[in-house]
């Protein structure tokens, strides 16, 4: 992976720039021993790894601004970070930059379960957020795989998904209002706890900006009530193509499930190896989770078995006992555990319309099979949103790069049949090179543009999301 | 100029000598000077797929015309577009583009989120005339910068949109109304609380002056059989709920169109803001009102020329002149406000797309 060259000038000034922010700073809040630094050097993509120059971990808004302030000033480049949990490398820095961590940042701000809104620092976890308001009978939706560790900072940047987003929405669609500090170390407030912005919907660009255009801080976010309860059923199908009919065919019927999870061979078998969760051994399966009351799960599942029943399905299973659900979701929920314990695997991200479902996985198996690597697919097959693992194995010479170029050739078909390069894992470093598979030069220039009115001198996440060559000149 | 396709409409707004007014069905009224550009022949449907959800049509096809597609196919756009000509006093049939321009968002918004969040594509040419794409037509995807929810609500201000796609939604197979008649503003924002803080999928709650609250469940039969009952138990501290089920859709309509304010003479004002402010704000202004999303969003008359906002204050979010002396947003945030006339710099250099809606 090409990073740019860190620049000289700045990593030569490193005692002046540590000196500023420590003179701001409370004096635990600013890290610049190289031993301390490491853990910083590197998130979820770990195969790529640069030691920032200094990292800060202030404990307020305030704080933060005054950190950017001092960056803006001596012109060096922040990348801020939430827990790290980034798969695309957003939160790498490079040796010329700033970390600003928000993890300090974790309270709770306010619980208004009248207007159904909660405001948190940006620096608490998906989960934390949920259990603040779980005792009043609330959740919040968006619910990524990672919600243990990663923060609603990160969440936001990335516009994050997770299973249950096809009833629900992804962070964008739950998120109402944040404070956000520019780089020059402005305090905005942008949205609240009210329905429409005022004016340009900023909230909607910043969502999914990758820490490109200022830094979040608070962030007021919609909460739902808990649903009465929830069942899923597992189908089994002798054919991928014939799963992803069933899911057509779900959906074409007018049921939305809040779920429905897809795993194909290679991961039931991995996953039937590592947790027994009593899988059929079949070529396909599908997870579909339905919410509400007793009565109204069973009219929802009665109408998906009927469906199912059309497709011959190999095995029908509805969960009958709560020891019997969670069952039925352990295989899928430890899924990415077992194909690790395989190998070292790349997780993609790529989504397709669901009608190039059955071609697409065809596609990627004979790819797969031209590159000599193995490729296993579990997925949120209700909007789209695949994830093909591709194994590999990092001890032999080589393997990174070939799966590597694997990868980019399945991004590209998603992209050729209809779909794009992330669906919500962002685009980092990992997919910025391919960025002009998707977008036109045009395209990326206007992306840009909005960048170049919240950071003009491009100090923010600089040389993350567009082609290296695309944003050379205006990184400078 | 009527440009037929996108190129078209490159040349023309590449071409502008000065200022463009942007018109999709007109049903807003021109406002400012310049030439007209009408987007109505960028119309039809570019891609409908009920299995996937998913529906790319271009921006000026009638909003009719995309409404009656989805039904024959039991599909619906979930934001339940509205239409504001009677209240405003206006004619003709928006156009889809023109929806998203404004993100016009009926009483559904509350379950099912505003336009915004129901568009996940755009096309759309910028003030230097070129083509720019962002999104596509698959519900997740976060590849670059969302530029389509900016488009949203823009008001036809950063560029004239010439393609929209949509994530779709199931018309629901069965609803009814659970109507609290009689109770007043404040009771009616506490009842609307509730009820949309319960785990019933209330998919709208709102208030008429002269009818009362109105709740609405949505689902199949037996779904919205349970949960009228159970809601029902819930709102009886309230009042006894009266259900409505064949009048139940042309209420909604009712209330999304604003039609108890059709024929009162003054400024219209809508109001944005945290539903539980509602009710002291209807206290302040003192004249007949309409509100929707649960308190979250109020309709009122006022006298031509009242300072409504000062009246009406304190409130967080923000209120809209809609039909008056011209139209008028409330002032935004020194920092925010300037982020935006930057970005408007930034898609139209030039100024050719000038007024908007005029806000
Ligand atoms: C402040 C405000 C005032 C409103 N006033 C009225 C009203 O008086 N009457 C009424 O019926 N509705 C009104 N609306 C609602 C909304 O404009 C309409 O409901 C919408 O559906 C109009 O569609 P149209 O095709 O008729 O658009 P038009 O009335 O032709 O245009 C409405 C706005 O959208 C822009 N626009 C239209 N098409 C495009 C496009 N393809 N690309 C980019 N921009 C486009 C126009 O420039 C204009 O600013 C208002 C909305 C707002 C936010
Ligand atoms: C095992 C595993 C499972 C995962 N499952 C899912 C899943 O189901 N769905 C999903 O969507 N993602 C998933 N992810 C990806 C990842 O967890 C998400 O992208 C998450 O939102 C990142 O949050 P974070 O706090 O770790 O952010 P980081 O990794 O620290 O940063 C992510 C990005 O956010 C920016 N950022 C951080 N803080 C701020 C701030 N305060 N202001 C502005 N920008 C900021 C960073 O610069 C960076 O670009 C998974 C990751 C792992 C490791």
Redesign the pocket.
């Given at each position: 992976m090409q990073m740019p060259v860190p620049d000289p000038a700045i990593l030569a000034k490193k005692a002046a720039i540590v000196a500023a922010l420590r003179a701001v700073l409370p004096a635990d809040a600013v890290i610049d021993d190289p031993f301390e630094t490491r853990a910083y050097e590197c998130?979820?993509l770990a195969a790529y790894r640069t030691r920032p120059l200094a990292v800060v971990l202030p404990r307020s808004t305030s704080e933060?601004a005054a950190a950017l302030k001092v960056c803006h000033r001596h012109g060096v480049p922040v990348?801020?970070?939430?827990?790290?949990?980034?798969?695309?490398?957003?939160?790498m820095p490079s040796a010329d930059a700033v970390i600003?961590?928000?993890?300090r940042?974790s309270a709770v701000l306010e619980v208004d379960t009248a207007n159904r809104f909660v405001r948190v620092e940006?620096?608490r976890?998906?989960l934390a957020v949920s259990a603040a308001v779980e005792g009043e009978g609330f959740f919040y939706a968006?619910?990524?795989?990672?919600?243990l560790?990663?923060?609603?900072?990160?969440?936001?940047?990335?516009?994050?998904?997770?299973?249950h987003c096809l009833k629900y929405g992804?962070?964008t669609n739950n998120l109402m209002g944040v404070t956000?500090?520019t780089m020059a170390g402005e305090v905005l407030e942008i949205g609240g706890p009210y329905a429409d912005a005022g004016g340009l919907d900023l909230l909607g660009v910043?969502c999914g900006?990758?820490?490109?255009?200022?830094?979040?801080?608070e962030a007021t976010l919609r909460i739902l009530p808990k649903p009465e309860g929830a069942r899923p059923v597992l189908i089994g199908f002798d054919s991928s193509e014939v799963a992803g009919a069933c899911v057509a065919d779900i959906i074409r019927a007018g049921v939305l499930p809040v779920a429905i999870e897809f795993m194909d061979r290679p991961c039931i078998r991995a996953t039937e190896a590592f947790a027994q969760p009593g899988y059929p051994d079949c070529e396909a399966l599908l997870i579909v989770e339905v919410e509400g009351a007793e009565a109204e799960i069973d009219e929802q599942l009665g109408l998906i078995r009927q469906i199912a029943m059309r497709h011959a399905p190999v095995e029908f299973r509805e969960a009958q006992s709560d020891e019997e659900a969670k069952r039925i979701w352990l295989g899928r929920k430890s899924a990415?555990g077992a194909m690790g314990q395989i190998n070292d695997y790349v997780?993609l991200?790529g989504t397709i319309p669901v009608s190039a479902l059955p071609q697409t996985l065809r596609r990627i198996g004979e790819m797969a099979a031209a590159a000599g690597l193995e490729v296993a697919n579990v997925f949120h097959a209700g909007d789209g949103n695949m994830h093909p693992l591709i194994l590999y194995d990092a001890n032999r010479e080589g393997d990174l790069e070939r799966c590597e170029a694997l990868g980019a050739d399945i991004l590209r078909l998603c992209v050729e049949v209809g779909g794009c390069l992330s669906?919500?894992?962002?685009v980092?470093i990992e997919k910025r090179e391919l960025m002009s598979a998707q977008f036109t030069r045009a395209d990326m220039e206007a992306q840009m543009r909005v960048k170049d009115v919240f950071d003009p001198g491009w100090l923010?996440?600089p040389a993350?999301v567009f082609p290296l060559e695309v944003s050379a000149a205006r990184r400078g | 100029m009527r440009p037929q396709d996108e190129r078209e409409l490159a040349a023309a707004i590449r071409d502008a000598a000065g200022p463009l007014r942007v018109q999709g069905g007109g049903t807003r009224g021109l406002v400012g000077a310049g030439e007209v550009l009408d987007t109505t022949g960028l119309c039809g449907v570019r891609l409908y797929e009920p299995a996937a959800l998913t529906l790319v049509v271009g921006a000026g096809t009638p909003l009719a015309e995309v409404e009656a597609l989805l039904a024959g196919e039991g599909q619906r756009l979930g934001f339940e577009p509205v239409r504001w000509g009677p209240l405003l006093g206006a004619s003709g049939e928006s156009t889809i583009g023109g929806v998203v321009a404004a993100n016009v968002s009926g009483p559904r918004r509350v379950r099912a989120g505003a336009a915004r969040d129901a568009l996940i594509g755009v096309r759309f040419v910028d003030g230097r005339g070129e083509v720019i794409k962002s999104g596509g037509r698959v519900m997740k995807n976060?590849t670059g910068y969302d530029l389509v929810k900016l488009m949203a609500g823009s008001r036809g201000r950063l560029g004239v949109l010439s393609e929209v796609a949509f994530k779709l939604m199931p018309a629901a197979a069965s609803e009814a109304t659970l109507l609290l008649e009689g109770i007043g503003v404040g009771d009616a924002v506490a009842a609307m609380a509730a009820a949309l803080g319960s785990p019933y999928e209330v998919s709208g709650a709102g208030w008429m002056p002269g009818l009362g609250a109105m709740l609405r469940l949505e689902g199949l039969a037996e779904s919205v059989g349970y949960r009228v009952g159970r809601l029902g138990e819930l709102m009886q501290r309230f009042a006894t709920p009266r259900i409505e089920r064949a009048g139940s859709a042309a209420l909604w309509r009712d209330l999304g169109e604003v039609a108890p304010l059709h024929h009162c003479a003054g400024d219209v004002w809508r109001f944005s803001v945290k539903p539980s402010e509602a009710p002291g704000i209807v206290a302040r202004l003192g004249v007949p009102v309409v509100l929707d999303w649960g308190g979250g969003l109020i309709w009122a008359v006022l006298p031509e020329g009242t300072n409504a906002r000062a009246m009406a204050a304190p409130y967080s979010g923000h209120a809209t002149l809609m039909r008056g002396c011209g139209v008028a947003s409330e002032p935004e945030a020194p920092g925010v406000a300037e982020l935006g006339e930057a970005l408007r710099a930034k898609f139209d250099p030039r100024g050719i797309f000038g007024e908007g809606l005029g806000a």
């Open positions: 998130d979820a933060v990348v801020p970070r939430g827990a790290g949990t980034s798969l695309a490398g957003g939160a600003l961590g928000v993890a940042m940006a620096g976890t998906n968006p619910d990524p795989s990672s919600q560790a990663c923060l609603i900072a990160g969440n936001i940047a990335m516009n994050s998904g997770g299973a992804v962070t956000l500090v910043i900006s990758e820490g490109q255009l200022g830094v979040v801080t990415f997780c991200d669906g919500e894992h962002g980092g923010l996440n993350k | 976060v």
